[in-house]
């Protein structure tokens, strides 16, 4: 009896340690990657460099806290990056430098800094409370619903993008005020890295400390459940969509001044590089289940590959190559947790 | 009305055109277990639905304690006093226990969600009804039984009047039956109005003060247990008297068919070393606690389940039946125990379901599928079964539970199989339907072929089976001769090997 509760222990041990390099094989695979970069370009690891990846990952992880919630639902998010754009050209025809000769609005005053970033989130809000309408009222799959809203926000966003006084070219010559906002630094550190850290607390706390956060995980891991439970879905569903469409909009704001300009094709997909940072993060795509921590690390992995394979100067298309095959091994591990073995 | 603490006087109500419940009547007095009772599609969920507020009823009213109300949505009803315990598990798996438990009415302090509340209400809720889990296990950590605990001790956490619960054992353990029947004894002694829905007789005897059946959405009758007999309630339930619950046993069992030695599998739960031979003709039954291994058994024996040693041997051959798919090959047909999971496919329409396990069969040499003889096949089928439906065009899922099962039987038997294994074969049929079920049994025993029947119910095991295999906690813990086996015997077979694999595990 003790003989084989013994065998059965070991194997169990192994058969636990070959679960625990599956279930992590992504971050090993990732950290390969990462240590490869450093032994071919030593000079990666630099503050510089650790100050650059982080200040790139600022805004995509905004942008992956908006779709992370919609994932979270069991949903997906295909207007992310219209909404992204969208947000950024308001932003910038808002807040031009009074002397740049070609202003959206020729005789805009200094507006305070703030008042674009409400105008900015509302209008995103308002086109992602749609989709949540859409999905929640009509039952319609939000890949389908959003990909309406992308197809939809871009004739929305170029019509207003080529109305301004100088015609669709694109808008630059921000407001100093703004610029120095958002790409700044306070202390050594960067603005934007200050932003994202201040949103990833907010956003840690609504997502595990409040009813809406609960709800969230419930609907996503078993809506009716908490229907039968007294939970509004509808409005449950509507929220997380504004979540995301403020999250978006704030997104858009900073996005503009990191770039230095903006145009009716600024932000295109971007939904796909905040999915994938999701997925790679382990919020899964079937619903109820991922991590804040999950969507900081999902987006600094990318971030450092993808920055790491430039800093090596690897070819581009071959970067391509190695991101695509990442996304899938990360959800088919991620499957592999979930799928009960017979 | 004011005597009675729940009134529901005349409720209808039809989905596009289909007349579900007709007039219907029921009267809870406080402290009280009032037993609702009919054959699948009487209505009784439906009615319960409407209660709850999920549905809308077409006409009729409920009253609470002589006011009437009428909830428009489950949040509303629970607000009131009324919760249920649904037949399907509603819950969030991915999520914990106390999570689960208070969802929909999180306690907060300020903005945020108090959780130290949240699990000291849980322990104490915990504490009261015996349930001994740590509060913050997510629930895709506990077993089937355990969730249902949890799901009880959440119905009965809201400040209830009236509880519904809908066929609250169907997994659980002979000991979680009787911790949920002293939960049901406190209840009434507090005043709660209890609406208990189950299948299983013994349990409405048992627990119910009244009993009320309904017939194909009609409202039968109302009776104290008491002076109320088993025969009674299934000439209610039915609408006349069943001579037996069990068609005569006329098969008679030849050589060894199929052997199985030493068959153990691969991947929690695991089934261990079981040998057992089966003959032709014969019907072998396979009883065991919940968890104890049988519907891995023959997963096992179907290949859905991965082996890591033994063999099967058919006429002293073996055979691997390493998948599903090998196992068609080789004649064995398996109707899986969750019909509405594994079984159907609920909007494809019944020539669909009826063909798609020999589908192969129906190709002509060109490689395409040829309607006509699918149809054909078909039309045996439900005349040979006597399904009902109108016609074999109609999705299967607006079908009755029985005649869903008429249909995937007819399925596996249009692949001419040998060895039939039938998981739970009668789950969730009404009466009259199981007789005809079990008659199909015997008829194919009877015509050379090799059954095995899992089953939880063990008069039904009884009642048809030449032998019976005991299962208990993953290991075979003796095969009975079923003339000879008393209940006893089994239950003592079953629970065999409960402490001592217990202790494996640990």
Known sequence: MSGTATRRLSSMTKEQWKELLVKNAIYIVIFMIIMFI??????FLSANVFRNILTQSAVRLILAFGVGGIIILQGTDL??????????????????????????????PALPLVVPLLIACAVSAFFSAINGWVVAKFKIH????????MITLYGVLSIYFASGAPGP?????????????VIGSTLGIPNLVIYAAIISVIVWVLWNKTTFGKNLYAVGGNPEAAKVSGVNVSKTIILVYVMAGILYGIGGYLEAARIGSANNGTGYGYELDAIAACVVGGISFSGGIGKVSGAVAGVLMFTVISYGMTFIGMDQYFQYIIKGVIIVAAVALDAKKYIKKT | MQEYLLSIRGVSKSFSGVRVLNDVHLDVRAGTVHSLMGENGAGKSTLMKCLFGIYRQDAGEFYLAGKPFNF?????????????VHQELNQVVQRTISDNIWLGRYPTKGPFIDERKMRADTLALFHRINIHLDPDTPLSRLSVSQRQMVEIAKAISYDVKIIVLDEPTSSLTDNEVNTLFDIIGVLKKQGVGVIYISHKMDEIFRISDYVTVLRDGNYVGTEHVEGLTMDKVVNMMVGRDLEDRFPPKTN?????????????TKYPPVVHDVSFDLRRGEILGVAGLVGAGRTELMEALFGVRTKVSGEILIDGKPIANASPNRSIRNSFAYLTEERRE????????ITFNSTIANIEAYRNRAGFLVNSKMEKDTDTQVKAMRIKTPSKREPIRSLSGGNQQKVIIGRWLLTNPDVLLLDEPTRGIDVGAKYEIYQLIINLANSGKSVIVVSSEMPELIGITNRILVMSNGYMAGIVDTDTATQTDIFNLATKYLNNSREAEV
Do not use: C, W
């Open chain 2, 342 to 349: 594994t079984g159907i496919y609920p909007l494809a329409d």
């Open chain 2, 252 to 264: 008679v069992p030849g050589d060894v068919h199929m052997s199985v030695r030493g068959l153990t």
């Open chain 1, 169 to 181: 070219q694109p808008i630059g010559g921000f407001d100093t005020r703004y610029t120095d906002f």
């Open chain 1, 38 to 43: 450093i032994i071919s370009e030593p000079s």
């Open chain 2, 72 to 84: 428009t949505d489950p949040k509303h009803a629970l607000e009131n006093g009324v919760s249920m």
């Open chain 1, 79 to 108: 207007s992310l990056g219209r909404s992204v754009g969208f947000a950024a050209v308001i932003t910038g025809s808002l807040l031009q430098r009074a002397d740049y000769a070609s202003r959206f609005y020729p005789d805009m």
């Open chain 1, 142 to 149: 939000p890949f389908l619903a959003t990909l309406g809203m």
